[in-house]
T-cell receptor, first 111, second 112 residues
Framework: EPEVTQTPSHQVTQMGQEVILRCVPISNHLYFYWYRQILGQKVEFLVSFYNNEISEKSEIFDDQFSVERPDGSNFTLKIRSTKLEDSAMYFC?????????FGPGTRLLVL | RKEVEQDPGPFNVPEGATVAFNCTYSNSASQSFFWYRQDCRKEPKLLMSVYSSGNEDGRFTAQLNRASQYISLLIRDSKLSDSATYLCVVPNYGGSQGNLIFGKGTKLSVKP
């Protein structure tokens, strides 16, 4: 069964550093998303991406965040200057026919 | 602001019990609804989609009441493996390609 994959599974970084989280969506899907989940809280939408551009973003997705689809398979989330409050689980998702399938997530810890 | 509200839980039930979770949503334009299951520190996984009045899949039954903007999930004959957090999820703009709004989830613990 096709699945969304994400790397790395865990990332520890110092405050102020840049991180790039990587995702490989399911191959025939056209819509891609990033969500985050702070420990003990609900899953929150960050950004959606379609046809090589951002289709929607939330208030959380400020100028420190950016997304890119550098080639035909990868979808990345970059955080330019990490803050302590960026510590969370980041999930990538993709959809083709209506159901959003989530990757296993990257656990980001900012020290 | 569009919200999804769920029973706070946790629900602690013995094996074989029937348990029901409730969810209310504020976006009256929503046409599709989802229950996802999330195990501890794992990704949400789709359990059921609900597009009309309800859906049944084995021991799981989801019901939708559009007038009351209310969705429920019923689990019959609970198994130990059903222990997880159950997330009520509603698309933000009604269509399924839009971003999803998640409830906080209801934690279920099934005991032997």
């Amino acid at each position: 069964e096709p699945e969304v994959t994400q790397t790395p599974s865990h990332q520890v970084t110092q405050m102020g550093q840049e991180v790039i989280l990587r995702c490989v969506p399911i191959s025939n899907h056209l819509y891609f998303y990033w969500y985050r989940q702070i420990l003990g809280q609900k899953v929150e939408f960050l950004v959606s991406f379609y046809n090589n551009e951002i289709s929607e973003k939330s208030e959380i997705f400020d100028d420190q965040f950016s997304v890119e689809r550098p080639d035909g398979s990868n979808f990345t989330l970059k955080i330019r200057s990490t803050k302590l409050e960026d510590s969370a689980m980041y999930f990538c998702a993709s959809t083709g026919e209506g159901t959003q399938y989530f990757g296993p997530g990257t656990r980001l810890l900012v020290l | 602001r569009k919200e999804v509200e769920q029973d706070p839980g946790p629900f602690n039930v013995p094996e074989g019990a029937t348990v029901a979770f409730n969810c209310t949503y504020s976006n009256s334009a929503s046409q599709s609804f989802f229950w996802y299951r999330q195990d501890c520190r794992k990704e949400p996984k789709l359990l059921m989609s609900v597009y009309s009045s309800g859906n049944e899949d084995g021991r799981f039954t989801a019901q939708l009441n559009r007038a009351s903007q209310y969705i429920s999930l019923l689990i019959r004959d609970s198994k130990l493996s059903d222990s997880a957090t159950y997330l009520c999820v509603v698309p933000n703009y009604g269509g399924s390609q839009g971003n999803l709004i998640f409830g906080k989830g209801t934690k279920l613990s099934v005991k032997p």
